[in-house]
Each structure stands twice: as C-alpha cells, then as structure tokens.
C-alpha cells in the first residue's frame, strides 16, 4: 500500500504522534455555538485571521478563560460559560446569557499539538441578533447551515478543526433549533481526550474513548470505531460506539 504522509490542511495536532506526555497543562478555553433557522438551521460561523491561535479557520465565537472570568466561588464551569459570553460579545457584537448556554462537549487535544485549549463547548439559539466582527481576530462571519460547512470542508475551501467539524457532523443530524438544543443537552456533556494516531498506510488518525485503538494508540487494531480519520483529501468519520 502506498504510504501517505500528507496532513489536511485542518489538522492541527502537530506532527509528534508519539508525544504522549503533557509538558504543559492545556489552556482553558470555550466557545458556544450560536444557532438560528433561517428558515433551517443555521449555525454562526466566524473567519480567523491568519496570525493567531487557528489562523485562517472558521469557527465558533470564543478564546481562552481569563481571570475575570472566574467567579468569586471558584466554579470554572461558569467561568468557562462566563469566557463563552465574553468572547462572543468581543468577536461578533452578540450579547447572549451565559446561564442559558447548554454545556455539551468538552475537548482537550493530543501532547502534540502546538497551541493547546481544553476548550468547552457551549449552544444557544441567537435568533435575531445582528453580528458585528471587528475586523481585528475575525474577518468574516457567516450563517451556515452545518451540511454546507461540511460541504465546503470537503471541496477544500474552509478549513475547520477536527472538534467543530465533529459539531456541525452532529449539528447536521437535526434540521431546527429547537431539535438541536433538545438532542444536545440529553445526557451528561460528552468528553473528548483526543489521541492522536497513524495507520500503516500513513493517514493520521484522531481517536477518542470506545475506539479499538484507543487505549494502545494503534488506529489499525480491529473492532470499534469512534475517530475521525484525518486524510488529506478530507476527514471522514467513523463511529460505531457513540450515539450522536
């Protein structure tokens, strides 16, 4: 078999698979997935420039927990639902109540990865709100629908981290706000502690808990799959594990 070593220009887990040691803790961070139907469902998506943390990229509003995100009792749950707030008021002019935010993934990256955020992932409906980037950190915004972002990922003409594109895969389940926010806040906030592998054709695997490989970090171990295969001619995800 033909090995292939070539990264998507959307991985962003480095290029040390065998790094399995933190030298560093990962920098607190969230980001709230703002949705609305226009009249589907449309998800706020927001263009990085090219010189900060996931350059380029499009994403969801929001950045690292700062210290006045952090309240008096030292819950870090709401700071992050405080950073989330925040952030997306900074980014996209967009005021949005933090306690109303529903929590539902966490996500913290392989060793590898060079700028690392364990970043939670918050969803609200924002109907109505008018967006407003500041041409700093953010160049441009669009309402996308999650089958269209993921479309234009696969044709090559956005780049998006290995988390959000697994959100608008489960975005893309649902076709209202409203079935949206019900499906992601059933159960517990799923935990993604990615691990990062390669198989022996070469292609870059990202794999999280009840993958076969999980544990062994060897992505060409048989049985279940829950991964996202990181191939440089576009992601593909398999699960056999999870309910999403």
Known sequence: MTKQDDKHSSDIYG??????????????????????DAPDLRVLMLHKTSKIAFGGMWVFPGGRIDPEDHPDDGDINQAARNAAARETQEEAGILTTADEFIWFAHWTPPPSTPRRFATWFFAAAAAGHEVAIDGGEIQDHAWLSPAEALSRHAAGEIDLAPPTWITLHQL???DNVAD?????????????QTRLGKRTDGI???????DAGYETYDPDAPGARHRLILASGGFQFENT????
């Open 180 to 192: 949206s926010l019900a499906r992601l806040s059933a159960g517990e906030p799923r935990i993604y």
């Open 204 to 210: 870059r695997v990202a794999m999280w808990h009840g």
């Open 15 to 36: 290029d040390d698979i065998h790094s399995r040691q933190e030298t560093s803790p990962a920098i607190p961070a969230a980001t709230v997935v703002l949705l609305r």
């Open 241 to 244: 594990v999870e309910t999403y």
């Open 172 to 174: 893309s389940l649902t």
